[in-house]
């Protein structure tokens, strides 16, 4: 079955399910548990940053890599521009853009803004197996991008006057 012989449904829901996908990550990475992030791959999934010489392959070490997040980490992930491309009923990939906004050392405090700490793009390939979209890969590109800012011990709360 061609890109073409998709119908217009099966090719919306394919494409829903695939951005439903890419927003759980985000979800899971800053607000629930982030080594849950490796149910939403393959069983043989990749994530890598290739400027950051990163490559994790398989769910266990995606679990160990992605759980690994400093207990005392903040961060908002904020996504945009995704474009879904289905190219069969089992296979897809996409391109978003993203800016993460992160700190360590947060003790629960509501913080001043802050400039992004990355801005980028994420080059995604999708699979579908047993009627479930999952990330096949994901691939990080960095336009811009700094450490990690640490926070004082006292933490740096706003100013509420």
Request: net charge negative.
């Amino acid at each position: 079955m061609t890109k073409e012989s998709l119908n217009d449904l099966d090719r919306l829901l394919a494409e829903r399910a695939c951005e439903r996908l890419l927003n759980d990550f985000l979800h899971r990475l800053d607000l629930g548990e982030p080594s849950s992030v490796a149910e939403l791959f393959t069983a043989d999934g990749i994530w890598e940053w290739p400027a950051g010489e990163r490559r994790i392959e398989g769910r266990d070490a995606l679990r160990a890599y992605f759980g690994s997040r400093p207990a005392d980490r903040l961060s908002r992930r904020m996504c945009s521009n995704i474009v879904v491309d289905v190219h069969s009923p089992t296979r897809a990939t996409s391109i978003s853009y993203f800016a993460t906004y992160r700190v360590d050392g947060w003790s629960g405090q509501m913080l001043p803004p802050r400039l992004p700490a990355n801005l980028g793009h994420y080059e995604d390939v999708f699979r579908q197996e047993n009627g479930r979209w999952l990330l096949a890969s994901r691939t990080l590109h960095l336009a811009f991008g700094g450490p990690t800012e640490r926070l004082p011990p006292t933490g740096d709360p706003v100013d509420r006057d």
